[in-house]
């Protein structure tokens, strides 16, 4: 079946340095594709999105870059700040609307102070 | 105020009760969702709805069913709870297909324990 998957659980930065979270989506018709910040014991919060016409876009401190040919997509953190520390997940659609978002299984990111 | 408001936040019931989760949002939105997060797991889609007359199926619906009594108002019910169904349920809200983002806004989650 199509699966969203994180190629590593955990990931501890220093502060200060700038962390790069991976992401495996295996749907070719996957259209869409959102990062979330989740803090512990809060829902998850949008971060960025970006549609597959695009192979990067940028935020505040974020930068996501989608690479359609091996279907992988990362969440860059610039500068990683304490209150950085949370689960990121990646979440795709394969039709624009989020109706079906699929969600991959997260990974936590450990700001070292 | 949270904009996206789920009650109880946290709940600790038997096997066969009947439990309702509740979400109630300010936002606006039509559209309203339940999610459900196992630990280590992503978020698994049960119900969503995209207006007071609309329920959809997610993929995994069983054992739950939903009610959408207003625009601002989405309930999840699980009407004869298992152990397994322990999970942290979120609730969430959208605008509708075509805005700019797909964005997603939880609710702080409710926790439940079926023992």
């Known amino acids: 079946g199509e699966s969203v998957g994180l190629h590593l659980p955990t990931l501890s930065v220093q502060e200060g340095d700038n962390s790069i979270i991976n992401c495996a989506y295996s749907?070719?018709?996957?259209?869409?594709f959102i990062w979330y910040k989740q803090e512990s014991g809060k829902g998850p919060q949008f971060i960025i999105d970006?549609?597959?016409?695009?192979d990067k876009r940028q935020g505040q401190r974020v930068t996501v870059l989608l690479n359609k040919t091996v279907k992988h997509l990362s969440l860059q953190i610039a500068a990683t700040q304490p209150g950085d520390s949370a689960v990121y997940f990646c979440?795709?659609?394969?039709?624009?609307?989020?109706?079906?978002?699929?969600f991959g299984t997260g990974t936590r990111l450990t700001i070292i102070p | 105020d949270a904009d996206v408001t789920q009650t109880p936040r946290n709940r600790i019931t038997k096997t066969g009760k009947r439990i309702m989760l509740e979400c109630s949002q300010t936002k606006g939105h039509d559209r309203m969702y339940w999610y459900r997060q196992d630990p280590g797991l992503g978020l698994q889609l049960i119900y969503y709805?995209?207006?007071?007359?609309?329920?959809n199926k997610g993929e995994i619906s069983d054992g739950y069913s939903v009610s959408r009594q207003a625009q601002a108002k989405f309930s999840l019910s699980l009407e004869s709870a298992i152990p397994n169904q322990t999970a942290l349920y979120f609730c969430?809200?959208?605008?509708?297909?075509?805005?700019?983002?797909?964005?997603?806004?939880f609710g702080e989650g409710s926790r439940l324990t079926v023992l």
């Open positions: 709805s995209f207006d007071v007359k609309d329920i």
């Open positions: 749907n070719s018709a996957s259209d869409y």
């Open positions: 979440a795709e659609n394969s039709n624009f609307g989020n109706e079906k978002l699929t």
């Open positions: 970006i549609r597959s016409n695009m």
């Open positions: 969430a809200t959208s605008a509708v297909k075509g805005s700019s983002t797909g964005e997603l806004f």
